[in-house]
């Protein structure tokens, strides 16, 4: 089961979202996570440590943790899985869309073996967000009410 | 302009392995911690730390950098009360980091294009067992 470690520039509510929608899933913020310790410290202390406790990080920041995960891969040094998040497809300001794209990534392939995985999350661009079709079928939806109903409209 | 200083034996030694671990020559490592030094006295917040991705302006008490404040900035339009509020942070560190990033606007942008450059097909290329993944969207009803 994936359990996750949620990198200091996530929004803690994005914990509280996926423990909400996803039962029993073990989800920590890092402010959080033993006691907000590692708040602070160097990315290969924490991932480090994610290790131990089989935690997958979740993070944006590909800048400054790829080049430690490469070169724990040329020395053999395992981890416990970090999932990058594609800014361009999923704002980091929107958490509601971070929680469903990972609740999705926990529910899809639920045989994966996390340690060392490597994922690159993104939205898929092709189709309008849900909640949006949503809006727009009830903005539709007025003038439909007023055809049936004129009265109703003044 | 040429400033000479006399310093302790001591401190002249761990300036050069300081250099060399950087690849900088002892005067630049030199320019480099009196400029950061100024930038700390002048700028509430702001740390230096080394990172995998090089010598970077950061934040105090937190593991993230300047750039990353100001990519979350970005990401809520410009309000720094919902980055504070997204942090969990007083919004007086979010305010020091634009602060930062507009006294600097060239290093930041610059660290910002950098991030942005490392792209799916350049995370391949150094970490080859990336997989990308798009959860399905849940069915329109």
Known sequence: MLRL??????????????????????????AEWEGG???????????????????TLVTYDR????????????????????IFVDEKTISPAETGQLVSALAGLAKEPGDWEW???????????????????????????????????????? | M????RLPTESAKRLRRMANRHGWTPSDACARLVEEGLRRTEFAFIDFRDTPAGRQACIQASSLAVWEV?????AYKGDAAAVAK??????????AALHYAEAFPKEINEVLADHHALDLVALK?????????APKRPERR
């Open chain 2, 70 to 74: 100001m990519q979350l900035v970005r």
């Open chain 1, 115 to 154: 340690t060392n995985r490597i994922s690159f999350l993104r939205d898929r661009c092709d189709t309008a967000f849900p909640i949006t079709s949503k809006l727009q079928n009830r903005k539709r939806s007025l003038p439909d009410l007023r055809r049936r109903w004129p009265d109703n409209s003044r």
């Open chain 1, 63 to 82: 800048g400054a943790i790829s080049p430690v995960l490469k070169e724990w891969m040329e020395e053999g040094i395992t981890h416990g899985g970090v």
């Open chain 1, 5 to 30: 470690l949620l990198d200091e520039g996530i929004s803690p509510a994005v914990a509280m979202g996926l423990r909400r929608r996803c039962h029993g899933m073990e989800v920590f913020a890092m």
């Open chain 2, 86 to 95: 997204h942090l969990a942070w007083p919004l007086v560190k979010v305010q």
């Open chain 2, 125 to 133: 290329h150094m970490l080859p067992q990336t997989v990308e993944f």
């Open chain 1, 37 to 55: 310790n590692f708040v602070g410290l160097p990315d290969s202390v924490c991932l480090r440590e994610a290790a131990v406790h089989e935690l």
């Open chain 2, 2 to 5: 040429v400033v000479s200083m």
